[in-house]
């Protein structure tokens, strides 16, 4: 297949000075990255984050104390942690994590500017509705990635019984009758959601009598959650499964809790280490949590080492070999553009199609400034590899798009400048230390 994309300066080599007087003038908060330093040893992986942010949403269920641990150090974590604070949540940060008690809670309402910020945010609508019967949530819209529906999360919450309304943008939902109580209901997802999955299962928990959710998301996250809940008190079986079963009880009490590592930032870095083409080491990680990215890992030629909670890359190679996102346990819509950046230095052509978000390919463009050679057709990207990147400024669109520009970086022949870390920022707790910890160098301004 030929390629028809436009090398600006990846012919010559090195070219530091110039990247170097380019990162002299970005003003913005940005990464300096240079380039072919090896990594080694081990990367420490954080908690996930999509775990984290459910799971202080949870703390609202019950008067009682929830003392998380393994809690990453995020600026959505303190997003979301501004958002339970404004209900009346009270947070004590400790050593192991944070501690949550939701014995006082003044308001029911979130303001636009808090919800704005943080999709996650919209978690507080189902255990709001369940524990107290009112709440009302400004709609928290799309995003960079596309238009993020909450069709599924309310059809769910009207299954059981709530009434739901939305007027300017603001969803108002209640509990109708004295005890304002939902009723235990079966819901059919028409998508096997995460975020609908969780905000129905926080919802049916307190509620009276059986519930069911069939289609409901299988994603690591929602089985994390299941488990914080039934360490509450709830009884929800077949979480992890398509068909969630929940019989409803009538209070929760507190406990302790441990969130699972983040699969995907664990994911980021073994991409790293594969785009590197160095031997690495993550840890901890639940590798069935990343069976898919191994499985692509591998059949492109990587050797990949489990060792309990450790996983170990060696890239003896790196073939080129196609993804399409799916939902869980499919390959993950969050890793598709770092694993894009290390197709971009393949040998051979993949095709990486992106199934879940209408407008996740923004990575593309800057990927061919540092002189990646892909064609995009719609949602579809066809990438052949390149022998080497060269140094660019570039810039991160969104969350998991900053990400691949600091691997592409890493790979790249000199120095690159990576703005975005507001998104960065939210998904990847000081990347660039644990990195620079394993070899890389990288600066940040
Ligand atoms: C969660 C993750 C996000 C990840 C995504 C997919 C959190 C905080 N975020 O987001 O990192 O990328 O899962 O793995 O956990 N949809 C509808 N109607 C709905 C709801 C969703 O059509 O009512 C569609 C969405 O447009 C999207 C797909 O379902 O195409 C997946 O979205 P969903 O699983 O809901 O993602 P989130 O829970 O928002």
Redesign the pocket.
């Known amino acids: 297949m030929g390629c028809s994309c436009q090398y600006k300066q990846n012919t010559k080599g090195v070219n530091m000075p110039i990247a170097a007087s380019i990162s002299k003038r970005i003003s913005k908060p940005h990464l300096e990255i240079t380039g072919n330093y090896g990594l080694s040893g081990e990367i420490k992986v954080s908690g996930a984050k ?1 775990s984290a ?2 799971l202080m949403a949870a703390s609202l269920l019950t008067a009682d104390q929830i003392r998380l641990s393994n809690v990453p150090h995020l600026t959505d974590i303190e997003g979301m942690s501004q958002i339970l604070l404004s209900l009346g949540v009270k947070i004590n940060n400790e050593s192991s994590g944070l501690c949550l008690q939701a014995n006082d809670l003044h308001h029911l309402e979130l303001s636009y500017e808090l919800v704005h910020g943080l ?2 945010s919209f978690f507080c609508i189902g255990p709001l509705l369940a524990r107290l019967g009112k709440a009302k949530i400004p709609l928290p819209g799309g995003c960079e990635i ?8 309310i059809k769910g919450l009207k299954a059981l019984g709530a009434y739901v309304s939305v007027e300017n943008g603001v969803v108002t939902a209640s509990v109708p009758g004295i005890q304002k109580r939902l009723k235990g209901a079966d819901v059919i997802l ?7 999955t969780e905000t129905i299962l926080m919802a049916a928990v307190l509620a009276e009598g059986k519930s069911s959710i069939e289609n409901a ?1 299988q ?1 690591p ?1 929602v089985q994390d959650l299941a488990k914080l809940l039934n360490s509450m008190g709830a009884n929800i079986s077949g979480a992890g499964g398509p068909k969630i079963t929940i019989e409803g009880v009538q209070r929760l009490y507190g406990c302790k809790h441990t969130v699972i590592p983040d699969r995907i930032e664990a994911g980021t870095f073994l991409i790293a280490g594969a785009i590197t083409r160095s031997t690495l080491r993550v840890r901890p990680v639940i590798p069935e949590h990343l069976s898919s990215l191994l499985q692509k890992l591998r059949d492109s030629g990587c050797k990949i080492h489990i060792d309990g909670d450790a996983i170990e890359i060696n890239p003896i190679e790196v073939k080129a070999v196609d993804i399409t996102t799916q ?1 869980f346990p499919g390959f ?3 890793l598709q553009a770092p694993f894009m950046a290390l197709m971009t230095t393949s040998i051979g052509t993949s095709v990486i199609t992106e199934k ?2 209408e407008n996740r390919m923004q990575h593309v463009a800057e990927l061919q400034r540092m002189g990646a050679c892909i064609r995009l057709q719609g949602n579809t990207a066809i990438i052949e590899g390149v022998p080497a990147l060269s140094a660019a400024p570039v810039s991160g669109g969104d969350l998991r798009s900053t990400a691949a520009m600091v691997l592409a970086s890493l790979a790249a022949t000199g120095t690159s400048t990576v703005e975005g870390l507001h998104h960065l920022d939210r998904g990847y707790s000081a990347m660039e230390e644990r990195l620079n910890v394993a070899g890389a160098n990288i600066i940040r301004y």
Do not use: K, M, W
């Open positions: 999509n942010l459910v999709r996650a596309g238009a993020r529906p909450v069709a599924e999360h028409d998508c096997p959601s995460v975020g609908a998301a994603e996250e939902p993950p819509t969050d879940i978000y």
